[in-house]
């Protein structure tokens, strides 16, 4: 059966077993955007570009030098959370409209790398970046 949830547009708080995940850049720069809220609010640590930290996800949109990476390597970094997400379902894991802001790269781009790939039940993803059936 389909999952018909999607994250909340405005995140401000998470329950226990949630997890932020947002886009980042490489070299864990966290300085706007929902990458400065993961730091002031969720725990991402600056200087760590990808992974789990305290109750955020990074998942690199950009590069060390802060320019946005290609498609192919943004999946291939969606696809290593993925694995992850799946290995840790006693968490939900709520995915942000990565690499639709700063990283300027438009919502059906990114809603064609979720669409081929397979996603566990506890993530939640954006209704941008879902068919809707």
């Known amino acids: 059966m389909e999952n018909k949830t999607f994250t909340p547009e405005k995140i401000t708080e998470l329950k226990e077993n949630e997890v932020f995940v947002f886009g980042s850049n490489e070299a864990g720069i966290h300085g706007a955007g929902a990458a400065l809220l993961a730091k002031q609010r969720f725990g991402a640590k600056q200087g760590v570009g990808y992974g789990l930290q305290g109750q955020s996800f990074a998942i690199p949109t950009k590069d060390e030098r802060i320019q946005t990476l290609e498609l192919d390597k943004i999946k291939v970094y969606i696809e290593q959370f993925l694995s992850f997400a799946q ?23 990114m809603k064609n790398i979720f669409t081929l790939l397979t996603i566990p039940e506890n993530v939640i993803l954006p209704k941008e970046f879902k068919e809707v059936q």
Do not use: M
């Open 87 to 109: 290995e840790n379902n006693h968490l939900k894991f709520l995915v942000t409209k990565i690499g639709c802001g700063l990283a300027g790269i438009n919502e059906e781009s």
